[in-house]
């Protein structure tokens, strides 16, 4: 026996030897970060040569409350990442349920379908930025040609400026979910469908009835990872927009790069980072737990 | 019924290669055309004239080849260092059961949402402390220890679905665990590594945030830092070596995406549903 302990004991060094290697960038890059992000914010820290800043307690955190300016931006942000979320669970889901049809052209729609997602998000912002372009963009040009009005600045309208922006939101995302979804609807057993169709359900309700709920658990996870990755996302909005015009557009991420790297106000931006991953984790959980409550009583 | 079903289907299917295809056409047509085109007022998807200059154009310019280079560089060197720390890693992972595997399952899944803005600004002091700011060194490393969890995640996946038995014939025959390692668990996890390997690749080449924040100088600019540099001054810019550039920078990824897009397919969650 206590020769078992022994060589338990050497596989377990062995293990954490193994697992060494990973764990080490990640608490020094990582863990370490996170947790002085935190910190940070209790301080009153700039982004300066030599750095030297105090503990002000929860100051950071009372200044944020009245600015205006921030609460605007996380009102965009919610905005941005709850519509793109949702449109991209319809869209992902119309192009999977298509894509398990048996319909041609499957091939090249699976190709495009994937695309989005390979390609770099500076490149994609480029791409849209040409599709919405005033003058000599292909969206205005085909407006123009059906008789509708054909000189919007799509991306420096205050009206236009976010939904536009959704929709490249919306094109980037909806490969990675409907590649998700489509794995789920081949992993749901065909005799579901054809039992179903059998008691006379059409179409719909067979997708009320059958699709949906084998379905639920990966929409759950789906679009959760979706919102928080939406709400998170900053290089797309950036390069289209830079937040503009007048701040429409400015997502809290871009809000608190700025305030970090342009106002160099590195203390005040972490409380802002704080607040964000607060409000979001609270959103998060509430949403979880509704739809685990409603699993539990369907 | 069913004869409406059909055709209302394929309407729909037009809708989307329309809204996915159309951009990327666009994009593409725009690299071959001259900038007097660009900015005339008669808008067509099929260029009057091909000028296929514009892509030796862009190659020659403002240090897009440097850059790419430099993209090469970090893409590569994470990627080496992304599978050689990952694989002990995941081995252990996939191998062990209890709490340590249930940690690890569980910090990879947190760190798929990690708030990144507020892991950047303590990650900045860190890395200008070590002199590692504005420096490929250090994009290298935070690019590493960002693709880490993700790679971690699909490899362990790929150990998990080796048989346990064949190691332990393995063993039986009086191997060391270092030669079965070597001999019977590596080969048959080549596939997995390689198409980890394209994940990482990707996700350096593609990546902007960092970049933006961790580099200054011109020198040592990421493709994609370069690529927004072009757009700056807009209306002056030539919009169609700005195109053709982009396009050279999407290549490799979806070539190396449309390689393995097999292996991505439900990603992360099918991972997690499976178990």
Redesign the interface.
């Known amino acids: 026996m206590p020769r078992l302990g022994g060589m338990e004991r050497a596989k377990r060094r062995e293990a954490i030897g193994l697992v060494m290697p990973s764990l080490l960038p990640i608490l020094v890059l990582s863990v370490a970060p996170l947790v002085m992000g935190v910190a940070l914010a209790f301080t009153d820290a700039r982004l300066v040569r030599n750095p030297d800043y105090d503990f002000v307690g929860v100051d950071n955190f009372v200044r944020l409350a009245d600015n205006s300016f921030f609460w605007d931006s996380f009102r965009i942000g919610m905005i941005w990442a709850v519509s793109v979320t949702l449109l991209q669970l319809a869209a992902g889901m119309g192009l999977a349920l298509l894509l398990n049809s048996g319909l041609r052209l499957q091939g090249l729609t699976r190709v495009l379908a994937l695309i989005p997602w390979a390609m770099p998000p500076v490149v994609v912002a480029i791409m849209w930025k040409m599709i919405y372009s005033p003058n000599a963009g292909p969206l205005n040009a085909f407006l123009g040609a059906l008789g509708l009005p054909d000189d919007t600045n799509w991306l420096a309208d205050f009206s236009t400026a976010l939904p536009a922006v959704i929709v490249v939101g919306v094109w980037i995302g909806m490969p990675q979910t409907t590649v998700t979804l489509l794995a789920g609807l081949q992993q749901i057993p065909g005799e579901l469908h054809e039992a179903a169709a059998m008691d006379g359900a059409g179409a719909w309700r067979r997708f009320r009835a059958v699709t949906l709920p084998s379905l639920r658990p990966i929409i759950t996870s789906i679009t959760s990872l979706n919102f928080i990755w939406n709400f998170n996302s900053f290089s797309l909005v950036y390069i289209l927009t830079e937040g503009g015009p007048g701040g429409r557009t400015m997502l809290p991420m871009l809000f608190t790069y700025l305030e970090a790297f342009k106002n160099r106000n590195i203390g005040y931006a972490a409380a802002m980072g704080v607040v964000l991953v607060v409000v979001v984790v609270l959103l998060l959980t509430l949403y979880l737990r509704s739809q685990f409550r409603d699993e539990k009583k369907g | 019924m069913r004869t409406l079903?059909?055709p209302a289907?394929?309407a729909?299917?037009a809708l989307?290669?329309v809204?996915?295809?159309?951009?990327?056409l666009?994009?593409i047509s725009?690299s071959v055309k001259s900038s007097a085109e660009?900015?005339?007022?008669t808008?067509s998807?099929i260029p009057q004239a091909w000028h296929w200059e514009n892509y030796a154009q862009s190659l020659a310019r403002q240090g897009l080849v440097h850059s790419a280079w430099n993209s090469l560089v970090v893409a590569l060197a994470s990627t080496a260092l992304v599978i050689?720390?990952?694989l002990?890693?995941a081995?252990?992972?996939a191998r062990?059961k209890g709490k340590?595997r249930a940690a690890?399952v569980g910090?990879i899944l947190v760190?798929?949402?990690?708030?990144?803005?507020?892991?950047?600004?303590?990650?900045?002091?860190?890395l200008r402390t070590i002199g590692l700011t504005d420096s490929l060194v250090g994009l290298t490393?935070?690019h590493?220890?960002?693709t880490?969890?993700f790679a971690?995640w699909m490899l362990q996946g790929y150990v998990a679905a080796i048989p346990l038995d064949l190691e332990e014939a393995g063993s039986m025959d009086g191997a060391t665990r270092f030669t079965v390692l070597r001999r019977i668990v590596v080969p048959l996890l080549a596939p997995g590594v390689v198409a980890t390997a394209m994940f990482s690749f990707?996700s350096s080449?593609?990546e902007?945030?960092f970049a933006?924040?961790l580099l200054q100088s011109p020198e040592n600019y990421t493709?994609?830092i370069t690529?927004?540099m072009f757009?700056g001054g807009e209306g002056k810019v030539a919009?169609g070596p700005?195109?053709a550039g982009?396009?050279l920078?999407?290549i490799p990824?979806?070539v190396?995406?449309?390689i393995m897009?097999k292996k991505?397919?439900?990603?992360?969650?099918?991972g997690?549903?499976k178990g």
């Open positions: 079903v059909r289907q394929y729909a299917l989307y290669i809204f996915l295809g159309f951009p990327l666009w994009l725009a660009l900015n005339s007022l808008v998807l050689l720390i990952a002990p890693a081995y252990v992972l062990l340590i690890g910090w760190s798929q949402v990690f708030p990144v803005i507020l892991v950047i600004l303590p990650l900045f002091l860190i490393l935070v590493t220890t960002y880490l969890p971690l990707v080449w593609n902007f945030f933006l924040v493709l994609p690529l927004t757009i919009l700005l195109a982009s396009v920078a999407a990824s979806i190396f995406f449309s897009q991505l397919t439900g990603g992360l969650l099918s997690a549903v």
